[in-house]
């Protein structure tokens, strides 16, 4: 009895001293995939979480290091965070993610609010580092791991809603395209084990869940072998994963993100055009139009093989809506080879890109070897011709799509009027329809009736 009395007393102590932990997060879909893993961590070590900074003793800022600006919106937070911890003396800042990564302990000497630094790979031992910054040190974590993948881990969905989640399938990237830090910040590829991929996006259909995103730098080259008595079995690569996956219910969505151009393989495509709930839209990043850049860049395709990759998903899925990542402005880049961009953007007709400048970063190869030689208005002066072409472009492709009647994943309200819904179709376009009796979480088709450069609108077609 005495000794029931005890343990129930020092675990209340325990709970007592526990944090509440609010996890902020920036950069890929792999950093908020990453924070629902920490997320669960925490939670298993008896830790809760905060809905708001307000109500937090720790914030943990999971950080991108890709580009300057996105390292600079995090240190602009973190002196943010400062005065807080003046008013509320128990807050304290730890910073995860690729800039921990990255900066390692010089971020808690150049931060002297920091306290707590954890790299990728290191979230089982988040923990223990919070023990040690309660006994009054500062710690840090960031050895990079080859096999980390964290498949044991049921995350906890933050900020759901209830419909779509993202599953991590594999963590690293060896690529080594010159501009790029995410190698260094993410270290070696590893694939995650696929029954426990499968399992995890089964238990998201049981839940209620309609569509997953299976998330990894660079989805094509996943392979996964297993050794059962010392011996490897055939490996599973992409095609095969997404095979499972898709075959769990047809009416859970399936999308992917990222593609490397040059691991797109016709038995992907292949296989998405098997399977109807397998998402028609191909993140595929080309990075420059130039084959000159694209050398210097190490992405190790060219224009042409880029070019025979998009016919070849327009050959096999021609409903298929094709996206895009450009850097404007990289080293040595022309204005010949700046034209050949635009001239690419032209002839793909993308739906969506997600464009850039160039932004120099310390370890990579093009930091070590390549003058960062345009000025930075020249590089604003290329990247706003990019963004001003593929604004034509969207609108153009949208209206294209006036008339047309769309099967979508209705989501939830629209940001500007509680009377409208907004879902999105197959091809991941936004598509915005007056309510009726459409629910969240359910599919309506929805005919399109008017565009903006960003967004569909329509009206339900299916309404008996
Ligand atoms: N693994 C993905 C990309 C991940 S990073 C792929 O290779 O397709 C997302 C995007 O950020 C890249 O596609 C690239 O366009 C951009 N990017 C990466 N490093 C950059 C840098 N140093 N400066 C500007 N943009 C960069
Ligand atoms: Fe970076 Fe290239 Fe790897 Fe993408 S493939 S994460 S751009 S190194
Ligand atoms: Fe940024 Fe790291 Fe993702 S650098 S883009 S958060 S992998």
Redesign the pocket.
Known sequence: MWGKRRIFALYLYAYAHMEKIYIETYG?QMNFADSEVVGSILGKAGHSLATSVDEADFVLINTCA??DNAEQRVRHRVRELRALQGRNRRLRIGILGCMAERLQSRLMAEEDNVSLVCGPDAYRRLPLLLEQVRDGQRGAEVELSTTETYADIEPVRLASNGISAYISIMRG?Q?Y?S????PYTRGRERSRDPQTIVAEARDLFDKGYREVTLLG??VNSYSFAQEVAGVKEDSVGFPELMERVASIDPQLRVRFA???PKDLSDALLEVMAAHPNICRCIHL?V?SGSNRMLKAMNRKYTVEWYLDRVDAIRRYMPDCSITT???AGFCGETLEDHEATLELFRRVRYDYA?M??????EG?YAAKHMPDDIADEEKTRRLNEIIALQGQIALENNRKEVGREYEVLVEGESHRSKERLFGRNSQNKVLVFDRGDAVPGTYRRVKVTDCTAATLLGELADIN
Do not use: A, L, M
Request: aromatic residues 14%; proline residues 4%.
């Open positions: 890929c890709i580009r990237c690529n395209c501009y790029c830090v995410v730098q660079n990222t593609s490397h990043p990075q990542d450009v850097i997600y850039f400048k160039y932004s120099q970063r990579t």
